[in-house]
C-alpha cells in the first residue's frame, strides 16, 4: 500500500514538472541564434563553450573559435579540431596570459589582430556559431573598446550563435547576451598542489 501511494505521488509530480516543462517549450516560439556568456571563477567555461562546438559540428553547422590570451601552450581542442575538424575556423591570440607577457602594448596590439579576426566572424551569415573563449578580459584590460565588442555581437546576423568566455565582462556585456551562466569554484585541485592535467585541464 506504501509503494502505491509513493509510487501515484511521483506520477503526479512527474505529471506537474512535464506539464510545466511542455509550457516553456510552447512559449519560447523565437527563431533566432543566441548570445551566451559563460563567466564566473570556477573551471569548464572554455570546455562547455567546446562542448557547444561539437555539438554544432554534429549537425553540419559551420563555426569559428577564436581564442584570446591563450595559444602559447598546446591544448587538446587545438590539437582535435586541426587534425579532424579543418573545416572550423580556429584562430589563437597565440601570446599566452598576459601575466606572463607583462607588456601591455604588445598585448593590445596582439588583442586587436584576433578581434580583426572575429569581427568578421560575427558578421558572416554563413556562420552558424562563434566562440570567442577569454574575450572578457579583453574588456577588463581595456584592451578592446567594451561599445564595439557588445555592438558587433547585438549586429550579428539573426540566425548566428555566439558564445563569449571568460570571468567577469562586465554588465554591457551581460546585457547584450541573451543566457548567461556563472561557474562557480567550489573545490579546485590546483588549490591542494595537484598539477594541471593533460586532458582535464588543457
Known amino acids: 500500500m506504501e509503494k ?3 509510487d501515484a505521488k511521483h506520477k503526479a509530480a512527474m505529471q506537474k514538472q512535464k506539464a510545466s516543462v511542455d ?3 510552447q512559449a ?13 571563477d570556477g573551471k569548464g567555461k572554455s570546455s562547455s563553450a567546446f562542448g557547444m562546438v561539437m555539438r554544432a559540428l554534429g549537425y553540419g ?5 577564436v581564442q584570446f590570451i591563450k595559444g602559447e601552450q598546446l591544448s587538446g581542442e587545438e590539437i582535435y ?6 573545416q572550423v575556423a580556429f584562430y589563437q591570440m597565440g601570446t599566452g596570459f598576459t601575466w ?4 601591455r602594448s604588445a598585448d593590445i596590439a596582439a588583442a586587436q589582430r584576433t578581434w580583426a579576426v572575429a569581427r ?9 556559431l562563434v566562440v570567442l573563449d577569454e574575450l572578457t578580459y579583453m574588456i577588463a584590460f581595456k584592451y578592446l573598446p567594451e561599445e564595439e565588442i557588445v555592438d558587433a555581437i547585438r549586429r550579428r546576423p539573426p540566425g548566428q550563435s555566439v558564445v563569449v568566455t571568460g570571468r567577469g565582462g562586465g554588465k554591457a556585456l551581460q546585457d547584450v547576451m541573451d543566457t548567461v551562466s556563472e561557474v562557480k569554484e567550489v573545490k579546485h585541485a590546483y588549490r591542494a598542489g595537484i598539477k594541471a592535467r593533460r ?4
Open 100 to 103: 606572463d607577457t607583462q607588456d
Open 23 to 25: 509550457a516553456g517549450i
Open 199 to 202: 586532458g582535464v585541464d588543457y
Open 4 to 6: 502505491t501511494s509513493k
Open 61 to 65: 553547422q559551420t563555426v569559428g573559435v
Open 120 to 128: 568578421p566572424m560575427l558578421e558572416d551569415p554563413g556562420m552558424d
Open 81 to 86: 579540431l586541426k587534425e579532424h575538424c579543418p
Open 28 to 40: 519560447a516560439d523565437t527563431e533566432r541564434g543566441v548570445a551566451v556568456l559563460l563567466t564566473g
